[in-house]
């Protein structure tokens, strides 16, 4: 089983789901009557989006960008680009983007880059993990579920080597499993 591989289970499964709940009511105040566009970061971001939308009680609309970045999640060489694009403009529309973890903040530095330079009317950020001790840029999100510790951690949406995606807590890897 999978839950071998951890080293602690940092939220589990009930854990992560009111804490979603609870960011999807906050969400639902703070945007009604905007229809904000809300954007996901393929691929980590897709459960919590799925989970965070469905607690969100205003009308909003939904898409989704891709980032590449190259080298591995230990040696960053720090160049991302944008791979995949939105559907539609967002000019004047109130951009919600949604993200899995907000680690060094090179990702979502340089998606924020690109966004803002269609003139938004918002923009903000909401991510499921902060691991404030790895930032490398100047960024913080508007939203965070939970702030974690500098471990290697997987589950909701988050993958190692795109395995564990589909756990439904937040764990820590085991050393072993990625040294
Ligand atoms: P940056 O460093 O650009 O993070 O803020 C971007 C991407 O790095 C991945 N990442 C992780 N993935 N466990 C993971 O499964 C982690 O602890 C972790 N830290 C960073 C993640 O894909 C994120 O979008
Ligand atoms: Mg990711």
Known sequence: MME???KEILYTKEEVAARIRAMGEQLTKDYAGELP????????SFIFMADLVRSIQTPLELDFVAASS???WAVSTGKVEMRLDLEKEIMGRHVLLVEDILDTGRTLSKLVEELKKRHPASLKLCVLLDKPERRVTEIEADYVGFTVPDEFVVGCGLDFNQKYRQLPYIGILKPSIYE
Not at 37 to 44: Q, S
């Open 4 to 6: 071998e591989d951890m």
């Open 37 to 44: 566009m809300v954007v996901g970061v393929l691929r980590g």
């Open 70 to 72: 190259y080298g591995s």
